[in-house]
């Protein structure tokens, strides 16, 4: 099944401590992304992927990083978490960039930062 | 820089009513346009999209959107609502590089029985 995972679904950390969100695709997608999504806001980029090793800032990158040293994966890692990161995180992945290809998104991970 | 406007935050209607959810998008160049739909606890699932052609196009689950230009909108439309499509309702527009999509902040659906 064509898909996009992330894990974990849930977690929950106090300030400061490092983690890593991981997400993978398994439809050989070359362009993957980031999302958050806070009320009010809807969903805004944090970071993206053109390809292997080929990485951009979004609209909302900082306190985050991101690596994409194979194809099919593209974690999120948080190296100093701050309550202000606890969010709704969205992994996104599409065949290729421009505006009209189709993103298909994983489950989400829901964030708390204590 | 591009944006997206849903006016509606909550929208509550009864099951077999037509629904009707406002997107108005901001873009200076043909816009790309999406709906996609979040149910509790679930990713993001893609209703329908608009590149060119037919301004009125057709999605899954029976509903349809139209675009229309003169008034920079899309609007999602379903004649008959059925208690599955309570959900949270999200607006895109493509934009920008990175194969980034610039999301409304969401209209939550309620339906009652």
């Known amino acids: 099944e064509a898909q996009v995972t992330q894990n974990p679904r849930y977690l929950i950390t106090v300030t400061g401590k490092k983690l890593t969100v991981t997400c993978s695709q398994n439809m050989n997608h070359e362009y993957m992304s980031w999302y958050r999504q806070d009320p009010g806001l809807g969903l805004r980029q944090i970071y993206y992927s053109m390809n292997v090793e080929v990485t951009d800032k979004g609209d909302v990158p900082e306190g985050y990083k991101v690596s994409r040293k194979e194809k099919r994966n593209f974690p999120l890692i948080l190296e100093s978490p701050s309550p202000n990161q606890t969010s709704l995180y969205f992994c996104?992945?599409?065949?290729?960039?421009?505006?009209?290809?189709?993103?298909?998104f994983g489950p989400g991970t829901r964030l708390t930062v204590l | 820089a591009q944006s997206v406007t849903q006016p509606d935050i909550h929208i509550t209607v009864s099951e077999g009513a037509s629904l009707e959810l406002r997107c108005n998008y901001s873009y200076g160049a043909t816009p790309y346009l999406f709906w996609y739909v979040q149910s509790p606890g679930q990713g993001l699932q893609l209703l329908l999209k608009y590149f060119s052609g037919d301004t009125l196009v057709q999605g899954i689950k029976g509903f349809e959107a139209e675009f229309k230009r003169s008034q920079s909108s899309f609007n999602l439309r379903k004649p008959s609502v059925h208690w599955s499509d309570a959900a949270e309702y999200f607006c895109?527009?493509?934009?920008?590089?990175?194969?980034?999509?610039?999301f409304g902040t969401g209209t939550q659906l309620k339906v009652e029985l």
């Open positions: 996104a992945s599409s065949w290729a960039g421009g505006r009209n290809n189709e993103q298909f």
């Open positions: 895109a527009v493509g934009a920008g590089g990175g194969n980034k999509l610039t």
